[in-house]
């Protein structure tokens, strides 16, 4: 399977604690996405990277969530400080940057983090 | 008012009838519109996309998209069990591809 990995599937954390999740894109991807969702709503973006850049960050994003991606290949969300509101499921998506093709984002299996 | 919106359901559909969903959009520079499949616990699956005014369809599958109106639909034709999920309609704007606007999606229930 040469889909987007994501590690772990599943975190449970104590408030307070800090988590980092991976994302592996599609080898031939150079850009990647990071989305959160919570129960009953849509995804919701949070940031991309073109190769090792980060282009854009939501404002969803505060000060206690960075995300690297520091060579273009696999990035990485961490959270620190939990908090019970940052249960959700974190979604990594890869494509190709637009021009080369636009091809639709396909998401990876999420990692579901759940802080106590 | 929301970017994206769709009716939440449930929507009930007998196995073998069509299942109509649809989805309208605020922003009319809008470009591009996707339609997601989820199931309970796991991550959104991509099943169509479309960019022209029009049908596109894909197996059982038919998007539409009237950009006039700004609105895009599915439909599911000969539904299946198996097609019970939520369906999450979502919305690329021009010059940030890849950032999409979903809704909060559609619950399909299927029943035999």
């Known amino acids: 399977d040469t889909g987007v ?18 994302c592996d894109p599609i ?35 505060s000060d206690r969530f960075s995300a690297e991606r520091p060579k273009g290949s696999f990035s990485t969300l961490e959270i620190q400080r939990t908090e019970q509101g940052d249960s959700a499921m974190y979604l990594c998506a890869s494509t190709v940057e637009p021009g080369i093709g636009n091809s639709p984002l396909h998401f990876g299996n999420g990692t579901r983090l759940t802080v106590t | 008012q929301k970017e994206v919106e769709q009716n939440s359901g449930p929507l009930s559909v007998p196995e073998g009838a069509i299942a109509s969903l649809n989805c309208t959009y ?3 520079g809008s470009q591009s519109f996707f339609w997601y499949r989820q199931y309970s616990g796991k991550s959104p699956e991509l099943i ?65």
């Open chain 1, 27 to 61: 080898s031939e991807h150079n850009r990647l996405y990071w989305y959160r969702q919570t129960l009953g709503q849509g995804p919701e973006f949070l940031t991309y990277f073109q190769n090792e850049a980060q282009l854009e960050k939501s404002r969803l994003l």
């Open chain 2, 48 to 112: 169509m996309f479309i960019y022209s005014n029009g049908d596109k369809e894909d197996g059982r599958f038919t998007a539409q998209l009237n950009k006039a109106s700004q609105y895009v639909s599915l439909l599911i034709r000969d539904s299946q069990p198996s097609d019970s999920a939520t369906y999450l309609c979502a919305v690329n704007k021009p010059d940030s591809w890849g950032k999409l606007q979903f809704g909060a999606g559609t619950q399909v229930v299927v029943t035999p």
């Open chain 2, 26 to 28: 605020s922003d009319r």
């Open chain 1, 5 to 22: 990995s994501q590690d772990p599937r599943h975190k449970i954390t104590k408030r307070g604690q800090n988590v980092t999740f991976r």
